[in-house]
């Protein structure tokens, strides 16, 4: 993502606060700092959501998908190929806005990062 710090300004902190929102729920996430200054969103020790912010670009929001998905969301205007891990289906969107989708984007990254056992739980 490169050359973020660490979230500070009002604006990355009410993206933080909205994703905390929606991974609230999820079984067995964890949110952790790190050493590059990103909020990390975990399951099970395997990251689906990384927030970081920088000067340039203002606040930057990236989350596990797959490259079918990618191929298709990269298409819409705001969503882009994630740097270094695009390859991975990755996806980031800057300053983002459109919550509604958003939402449905996190928890599916949920899902593709999780093992069986919770995508099972979080289905019933």
Not at 19 to 38: A, K, M, N, S
Not at 84 to 92: K, L, M, P, R
């Amino acid at each position: 993502m490169g050359h973020e710090r660490q979230m500070t300004s009002p604006e990355a902190i009410e993206v933080v606060e909205r994703v905390r929102r929606i991974c609230g729920g999820l079984p067995e996430t964890e949110e952790i700092v790190d050493g590059f200054g990103h909020t990390v969103f975990k399951v099970r020790g395997k990251t689906f959501i990384m927030l970081g912010e920088s000067e340039q670009y203002g606040v930057n929001l990236s989350f596990k998908s797959d490259r079918e998905n990618q191929e298709l969301l990269v298409q819409q205007e705001g969503f882009f190929r994630t740097p270094y891990i695009g390859q991975h289906g990755w996806v980031s969107v800057r300053n983002p806005q459109n919550w509604d989708a958003l939402e449905d984007l996190l928890k599916e990254a949920y899902l593709r990062a999780a093992p069986k056992r919770l995508v099972k739980q979080y289905w019933s």
